[in-house]
C-alpha cells in the first residue's frame, strides 16, 4: 500500500500511516521516543535519515538527505549513541 510502511514496535504489530510518507525504510533504531532510520528514496525522493516521532502521530523529520547539494545513493545502517549522535 503506497504511503503506509508496516514495522514492529515493541513486539506488537502496528500498522501506520507516516506523514510525510517515506520510501524503503531499514536500518532502524529506536531512541528517546523516536525511531530513527534509514531510506533509499524513491518516487523523486533522495535517499535520507529520518526521525519517526512515535508519540507526536508518526510525524517524519527528514534530518540529512544531502552533502553540499549532492543527494546520497543510499544507506545501510545507523546508530544513535548516549549523547544522541548519529553515526
Not at 12 to 39: A, E, R, W
Amino acid at each position: 500500500m503506497r504511503g503506509v510502511d508496516k514495522f514492529q514496535l515493541m513486539e506488537q504489530k502496528h500498522n501506520v500511516t507516516l506523514d510525510p510518507p517515506i520510501q524503503n525504510l531499514h536500518g532502524s533504531m529506536y531512541f528517546d521516543g523516536k525511531i530513527y532510520g534509514c531510506t533509499d528514496g524513491g518516487n523523486e525522493t533522495y535517499a535520507s535519515i529520518v526521525e519517526i516521532d512515535v508519540k507526536n502521530n508518526f510525524s517524519v523529520k527528514y534530518l540529512v538527505n544531502n552533502w553540499f547539494g549532492h543527494p546520497f545513493a543510499g544507506f545501510n545502517d545507523l546508530f544513535v549513541d548516549k549523547n544522541s549522535n548519529i553515526w
